[in-house]
């Protein structure tokens, strides 16, 4: 064991920067592979890292830098080995992926549309959260594609109750935020589809019935708040078809909703039409 061996090793790899200003984006070669020469003991000791002091590689712009070549990487190698002789660098190149850090303070935002709400349920209170505003930090290509708030993440989430949790934000990878949670609350209600057959007031129609509607009701849907269903009846709504107001090309009316529930939300008629009779004359 006392004889000089060459091998082939991974060593150890350690770097100098200033860590607090840049952002890493891929992550730094641990290793490196060369070729060395030493006694047997020796190269037992470095090949098991026993006592195996990692090779400095010195970053003193890493933004700058995006690879070094075996060229580059033989002096240094060569000044730290301790106890070997460099004979090759196996490794090529080193390649470097490092951004500056930028940090900024940006509103925090949320997209209320965008709540995750199962369906039928829809937000019956203000949103409350216990943060305005956040300091991000990340790289500079990251930052500079950035919206000028950052977002709190709903994601995986499926709301059928009120809501009261910390949420993370939806940022990118390598960046940060703090806090990097933020408590948010907002109550929310389940809301029903319902349909109802309204009566038809007729407005200004001939007195000697030579003309009248087709139809003397209509369907009306509207959505309701599933605690208010059953306050809701066919004399909260009025529905009118004013005769002055009738198309004579396709001899049809439009209904008219004149007044609805306080309550009741999305309406629709089943018809933006009714047609007309004419009776016959005598």
């Known amino acids: 064991m006392n004889k000089s061996y060459d091998t082939r090793v991974d060593y150890p790899l350690s770097y100098t920067f200033d860590r607090d200003s840049v952002v890493v984006i891929d992550p730094l070669a641990p290793q490196i592979k060369i070729d060395v020469t030493s006694g047997g003991w020796n190269l037992i000791r470095k090949t098991l890292r026993i006592n195996a002091t990692p090779i400095n590689i010195p970053l003193d712009n890493p933004t700058e830098i995006k690879f070094l070549t075996r060229s580059s990487?033989?002096?240094?190698?060569?000044?730290?080995?301790?106890?070997?002789?460099?004979?090759?660098?196996?490794?090529?190149?080193?390649?470097?992926?490092?951004?500056?850090?930028?940090?900024?303070k940006l509103p925090v935002y949320i997209d209320s549309v965008a709540i995750p709400l199962s369906q039928s349920y829809r937000?019956?209170?203000?949103?409350?959260?216990?943060?305005?505003?956040?300091?991000?930090s990340?790289?500079?290509?990251?930052?500079?594609?950035?919206?000028?708030?950052?977002?709190?993440?709903?994601?995986?989430?499926?709301?059928d109750s009120n809501f009261d949790d910390?949420?993370?934000?939806?940022?990118?990878?390598?960046?940060?935020?703090?806090?990097?949670?933020?408590?948010?609350?907002?109550?929310?209600?389940?809301y029903l589809t319902r349909e109802i057959s309204i009566p038809i007031e007729p407005l200004d129609f001939p007195i000697d019935s030579s003309a009248y509607l087709s139809n003397h009701e209509i369907v009306?849907?509207?959505?309701?708040?599933?605690?208010?269903?059953?306050?809701v009846t066919a004399t909260d709504f009025s529905i009118t078809a004013d005769y002055s107001m009738r198309n004579m090309k396709?001899?049809?009316?439009?209904?008219?909703?004149?007044?609805?529930?306080e309550k009741a939300l999305d309406i629709v008629l089943a018809s933006d039409r009714i047609k007309l009779v004419y009776a016959d004359p005598k």
């Open 73 to 104: 990487l033989i002096p240094m190698i060569s000044d730290q080995l301790d106890g070997l002789r460099l004979i090759y660098v196996v490794t090529d190149t080193l390649f470097f992926n490092i951004e500056q850090r930028i940090t900024k």
């Open 123 to 136: 937000m019956v209170s203000p949103i409350s959260c216990n943060v305005d505003s956040a300091i991000v």
């Open 138 to 159: 990340g790289p500079k290509s990251t930052m500079e594609q950035m919206p000028a708030y950052v977002q709190l993440d709903f994601s995986n989430k499926s709301i």
């Open 166 to 190: 910390e949420l993370g934000f939806f940022v990118s990878d390598h960046v940060t935020v703090e806090p990097n949670e933020a408590a948010v609350k907002f109550k929310v209600g389940k």
């Open 220 to 231: 009306l849907y509207y959505t309701i708040k599933e605690e208010d269903e059953d306050e």
């Open 250 to 261: 396709d001899s049809t009316v439009i209904p008219i909703l004149m007044y609805a529930h």
